[in-house]
């Protein structure tokens, strides 16, 4: 049983900051060879990429809307995967998604991703 379990969501204000952070267990799940994802899901809306990392690191790729904001990075000793928001925007509420892409580079896909958690819900007030 593999479980993703994101934690680190609130309310903020439209100019802060806030970690994000997702926790990977399972017997079966080898967090080191799985490419990490985040993604959201506003209200109304269809769930969209924000940012993907690869299995060491060596590539990320962020979404033109987060880019320069957001940042994404992983400690595969800790199965634990991270998105880092700095200067919040209230468009940027949604619930944040993290998911594992069993691959080599970074995909963009939601179809892509083989394991997904359950969400946490970011809110950005103006």
């Known amino acids: 049983q593999v479980q993703l379990v994101e934690s680190g969501g609130g309310l903020v204000q439209a100019g802060g900051s806030l970690r994000l952070s997702c926790a990977a267990s399972?017997?079966?799940?080898?967090?080191?060879?799985?490419?990490m994802g985040w993604f959201r899901q506003a209200p109304g809306k269809e769930r969209e990429f924000v940012a993907a990392i690869s299995r060491t690191s060596g590539t990320t790729l962020y979404a033109d809307s987060v880019k320069g904001r957001f940042t994404i990075s992983r400690d595969n000793a800790k199965n634990t995967v991270y998105l880092q928001m700095n200067s919040l925007k209230p468009e940027d509420t949604a619930v944040y998604y993290c998911?594992?892409?069993?691959?080599?580079?970074?995909?963009?896909?939601?179809?892509?991703?083989?394991?997904w958690g359950q969400g946490t819900q970011v809110t950005v007030s103006s």
């Open positions: 998911a594992g892409d069993r691959t080599v580079g970074v995909r963009t896909t939601t179809p892509e991703y083989d394991y």
């Open positions: 399972g017997r079966t799940f080898s967090f080191s060879v799985y490419a």
